[in-house]
């Protein structure tokens, strides 16, 4: 067992990361409104942002390398990950003023949208000790991701959001689904799943569908190998994505496991109730969704088609990260987050 520590840092000074191109000037905002509050507060802030991802990577990394007090991301969930690319691994607590279109880290740590709220938690500087999710490629590359990895419908969904440029509401996710929903094809995938362990929360019948889908009951500890044609598959660190959709609503960030859900090869309209059902995460026992828990699992697209991106890249925290074949596993306790105390 892992060990997940909690506590509080005096928080003097912190290094703001900012995304101009997020959230149409709410972001620009936002820093400003939580600066505002942090010089109240007798807080020092140097704000940074890189030229291009790289830049920025490096810029976080001095950051780190100077001792700021804490590393602040002004933004969404894509510029929260770039943070994290960093800071995993390093004793540098990560806070978060929430100012992009999904703020669905912040959601999960129950982060206020004021800025100034959210100024005022990291200046308390009560920090909680997080999993994260590392995707690996064929190339050895790799990424972390702190909500869900996701390849299929779901990515190809992203992949429609970030085209339409629609970053002040849900209407971007709202539209980019309705467009999906009429060219979605089913595609056929392997997955291989290490580390399983048996999902406590879905009932005996969903249980005993998926056990004939698969063939065998795996128990804890073991293996398993699916081959079939599936819409999407979700794998959580955490519960939500795309905005507060809880694709995998019992994740928990401090197991050290992989939420997994699988919609199955079904029909237009399941797919569509499965949408709806990820809205107050009533999905799990659908007869086409199938649930696991793994420590780590790879996805393989079997059947490329003419798509392009959206079919062979995986998603995570809302962006394309790596192409597929990928391996999803659980980093244990990698990051420490400032978050409202208990």
């Known amino acids: 067992m892992f060990e997940y520590p909690i506590g509080y840092e005096t928080i003097g000074c912190v290094a703001m990361l900012t995304n101009p191109k997020v959230g149409s000037g709410s972001v620009r905002h936002a820093a400003e409104e939580a600066m505002e509050r942090f010089g109240v507060l007798g807080v020092e802030v140097f704000t940074f942002q890189g030229v291009d991802l790289q830049d920025t990577r490096r810029l976080t990394r001095q950051a780190i390398e100077d001792e700021y007090d804490a590393i602040v991301v002004c933004g969404g969930d894509g510029t929260v990950n770039v943070a994290l690319q960093e800071v995993v691994g390093t004793d540098m607590p990560l806070g978060i003023i929430p100012a992009g279109v999904g703020n669905d880290h912040a959601r999960q740590f129950r982060l206020p ?29 790799s990424r972390y991701f702190g909500t869900v990895a996701c390849a299929g419908f779901d990515a190809a969904f992203g992949n429609r959001v970030a085209g339409l440029h629609l970053p002040t509401s849900k209407l971007g996710y709202s539209a980019s689904v309705a467009a999906e929903f ?17 999902v406590p929360y879905i009932d005996e019948e969903a249980r005993a569908t998926r056990i004939a889908r698969d063939g065998q009951a795996a128990g804890s500890g073991d293996s398993l190998v699916l081959e079939r044609r599936i819409n999407l598959a979700a794998f959580g660190n955490s519960r939500y994505y795309a905005g507060g959709m809880m694709v995998c609503p019992r994740a928990d960030h401090h197991d050290n496991y992989l939420d997994v859900t699988i919609i199955e090869d079904a029909s237009r309209i399941g797919v569509m109730r499965s949408y709806l ?61 400032i978050v409202p105390a208990p």
């Open 113 to 141: 949208t004021s800025p100034e709220s959210a100024a005022d938690i990291i200046y308390e500087g009560f920090t909680t000790t997080s999993d994260v999710g590392k995707l690996t490629d064929s190339k050895g590359e």
């Open 182 to 198: 009429f060219n979605m094809t089913p595609r056929l995938y392997r997955i291989e799943f290490e580390g399983l362990d048996e």
């Open 277 to 337: 059902g990820f809205r107050k995460g009533t999905h799990l026992d659908y007869e086409f969704c199938s649930s696991y828990r793994c420590r780590k699992a790879t996805i393989e697209l079997l059947d490329k088609g003419p798509d392009t991106l959206a079919d062979i890249d995986a998603y995570a925290d809302g962006d394309p990260m790596l192409s597929l074949p990928v391996t999803i596993e659980s980093v244990p306790a990698a990051v420490r987050f």
